[in-house]
């Protein structure tokens, strides 16, 4: 096993602990970084540590909240500092961002919908399509085009701007991604309504 | 099985379907609220409906972001928009919002830690005062005071108030809770800080 000079030095600034005793816990713990941040904790080298990420991204997190009732935070990551001060960024994050809160989206991207939320919708459109009469070899046709409907309400990036419907959030953040030329993605949201879930 | 007026009603708003559409739905899936739902669903009566919440909590929702990299939101609930409208709660949600933003909480309050993150905790714990050397018969002691430093850090309502460290967070709410009258309670909050976990 051996520790590369980069796992040492992470673990020295998550730990605060010496060089030695990083490399020694390290090696210890067949260069598990977790593992060797507990094994310092437990031999009391360590402090306790808040679990805090450290990925590089740049980028802004920014806040919309609507007559003190409707609030969203939304984190949106791009390639450097420089632009995530631009003017188009900025203006980026809080059309997102009032969208959010306008438009009330559950997930980011249609990847983030769990598989049961999915089957749950699948079948009553199936039964709704049924319902209605309409011949079995066009039913799957049908429902794919209402989970598609319904990805397009849940879903930010499939949600038609709120500012102008005739594109969608997803072309939105390309746009200025090419603007930029720097990847713009949307990482997390939150969405909080007063008193409700 | 008698369905109730309150059910009925509960059920039109939730869907927008006609009373005895609405009875009949109930009547079937046993007043299961939500089969009810899905019934009229599949049956094309009811449109999809958003998830949402029904509670009748008044309050604030209040955001605070720090140089775009660091941003809270936070939900207080009370019982009246009048007291809501005050500014001894205004105040509190401004000053919970920055606390969560500067001192960064992970939970509102103990309740909601994991068992098995508190269980890792007093494992690393008693590690830590067994290899100090402290005699048997104290080191239950002396990991139970680590366990409550750690829900100090951790707990938004046991953390030190940033504004006046000889207050927890959890008294400043009762304060403005006795001053107003009402029940006062850190419903929930999300904290950002950008490129983190």
Same mark, same amino acid.
């Given at each position: 096993?051996?520790?590369?000079?980069?796992?040492?030095?992470?673990? #020295?600034?998550?730990?605060?602990?010496?060089?030695?005793?990083?490399?020694?816990?390290?090696?210890?713990?067949? /260069?598990?970084?977790?593992?060797?941040?507990?094994?310092?904790?437990?031999?009391?080298?360590?402090?306790?540590?808040?679990?805090?990420?450290?990925?590089?991204?740049? /980028?802004?997190?920014?806040?919309?909240?609507?007559?003190? #009732?409707? /609030?969203?935070?939304?984190?949106?990551?791009?390639?450097?500092?420089?632009?995530?001060?631009?003017?188009?960024?900025?203006?980026?994050?809080?059309?997102?961002?009032?969208?959010?809160?306008?438009?009330?989206?559950?997930?980011? #991207?249609?990847?983030? @919908?769990?598989?049961? #939320?999915?089957?749950?919708?699948?079948?009553?459109?199936?039964?709704?399509?049924?319902?209605?009469?309409?011949?079995?070899?066009? @039913?799957?046709?049908? @429902?794919?085009?209402?989970?598609?409907?319904?990805?397009?309400?849940?879903?930010?990036?499939?949600?038609?701007?709120?500012?102008?419907?005739?594109?969608?959030? /997803?072309?939105?953040?390309?746009?200025?991604?090419?603007?930029?030329?720097?990847?713009?993605? @949307?990482?997390?949201?939150?969405?909080?309504?007063?008193?409700?879930?």
């Amino acid at each position: 096993m051996t520790i590369t000079a980069d796992q040492v030095r992470q673990l #020295r600034e998550m730990t605060g602990a010496g060089m030695m005793e990083c490399k020694k816990a390290l090696s210890e713990t067949g /260069g598990d970084l977790n593992k060797a941040i507990d094994a310092l904790r437990k031999a009391g080298i360590a402090k306790a540590e808040k679990r805090a990420g450290r990925s590089a991204s740049q /980028g802004r997190v920014e806040a919309y909240v609507h007559d003190s #009732r409707i /609030g969203v935070l939304i984190e949106v990551n791009c390639e450097t500092d420089f632009v995530a001060r631009t003017d188009d960024f900025r203006l980026l994050c809080k059309d997102l961002a009032m969208q959010v809160a306008a438009a009330g989206a559950e997930y980011v #991207r249609r990847e983030e @919908v769990p598989a049961e #939320r999915i089957s749950h919708e699948r079948e009553i459109y199936t039964e709704q399509v049924k319902n209605e009469g309409k011949p079995a070899q066009i @039913v799957d046709k049908i @429902v794919d085009g209402k989970l598609n409907k319904f990805f397009a309400e849940v879903c930010l990036m499939e949600q038609a701007f709120i500012k102008d419907d005739k594109r969608t959030v /997803g072309d939105l953040v390309k746009e200025v991604s090419s603007k930029t030329g720097e990847n713009v993605v @949307v990482r997390r949201f939150a969405r909080f309504r007063l008193g409700s879930d």
